[in-house]
C-alpha cells in the first residue's frame, strides 16, 4: 500500500515539476522571439535613421538656391550633391499607403521610399509612422500650410524627422515598437 501511495506522488509530484518546466519553457521561447523582434525593429530602425540623417544634414549642399522644393508631413523633396561629385541631384522621400504593404501582418505597416535624382525608387524602410516638421530660425515649428510657395520654404532653417518601426509579428496580441527622433541643422539652410 505505502508503495502505491509514494508512486501516486512521485507521479504528481513528477508531473508538477513536468508542468512547471514546460511553462519556463515556453516563457523563454516567448521572451525570445520578443527579443529577436525588437532586434530586427531596431536595426531597421538605425538604418533608416542613418540614411535620413545622412541626406538631410547633406540638404542643400553646394546648392545655389531654393534647397527644399516639397516640405510637407509625410513627404520632403529638396537638392543636394550627395555623393560630393559635382552633380546636384534631386532627393525625395514619401511615406507609402498601408495597401502597398501585404507581405507583412502588421496593419499599420508603411513603406518609406526614397529616390535620387533619375534612378528608382526604393524602399528604405517598413515603419507605422514618418512625420517631418520644418522649422524656424528660432526653432519654431512652420505650418505645413504656410509652405506651400519657395519663399516659405526658403525660410526653413531645421527639420525634426520621426519614425515610429514596429514589428510586423505581434508579440501577446501587441507590436513592439521604436522610435527614433532627432532634430537636424543642415548647414546649407541659413545661406538664402
Known amino acids: ?22 511553462q519556463v519553457n515556453a516563457q523563454i521561447s516567448s521572451t525570445s522571439v520578443s527579443m529577436l523582434t525588437s532586434t530586427f525593429s531596431s536595426r531597421n530602425t538605425v538604418d533608416a535613421g542613418y ?37 546636384v541631384e534631386n532627393v525625395l522621400y514619401v511615406l507609402g499607403n498601408v495597401n502597398e504593404m501585404t507581405g507583412t501582418m502588421n496593419p499599420n505597416d508603411r513603406p518609406l521610399y526614397r529616390k535620387v535624382a533619375n534612378g528608382d525608387t526604393n524602399m ?9 516638421s ?5 526653432g519654431n515649428a512652420i505650418s505645413y500650410a504656410s509652405l506651400n510657395n519657395q519663399t516659405s ?3 526653413i532653417r531645421g527639420i525634426h524627422l520621426y519614425l515610429r518601426i514596429e514589428s510586423s ?16 541643422t543642415p548647414k546649407n539652410l541659413g545661406r538664402i
Do not use: Q
Not at 528604405?124 to 517631418?132: A, E, G, H, P, T
Not at 520644418?134 to 528660432?138: G, I, P, R
Not at 505581434?170 to 532634430?183: A, C, L, S, V
Open 134 to 138: 520644418y522649422l524656424d530660425s528660432a
Open 169 to 184: 509579428d505581434p508579440t501577446d496580441g501587441i507590436y513592439p515598437y521604436i522610435e527614433f527622433e532627432r532634430r537636424i
Open 51 to 87: 540614411i535620413l540623417e545622412y541626406d538631410i544634414s547633406k540638404l542643400g549642399y553646394l546648392v545655389a538656391n531654393d534647397f527644399i522644393t516639397t516640405a510637407e508631413e509625410h513627404k520632403i523633396e529638396f537638392s543636394s550633391d550627395l555623393d560630393n561629385n559635382g552633380t
Open 124 to 132: 528604405v524602410s517598413v515603419l507605422r509612422d514618418f512625420n517631418i
Open 1 to 22: 500500500m505505502y508503495t502505491l501511495l509514494d508512486i501516486l506522488g512521485s507521479t504528481v509530484v513528477g508531473g508538477i515539476l513536468y508542468l512547471m518546466l514546460f
Open 153 to 155: 520654404r526658403n525660410s
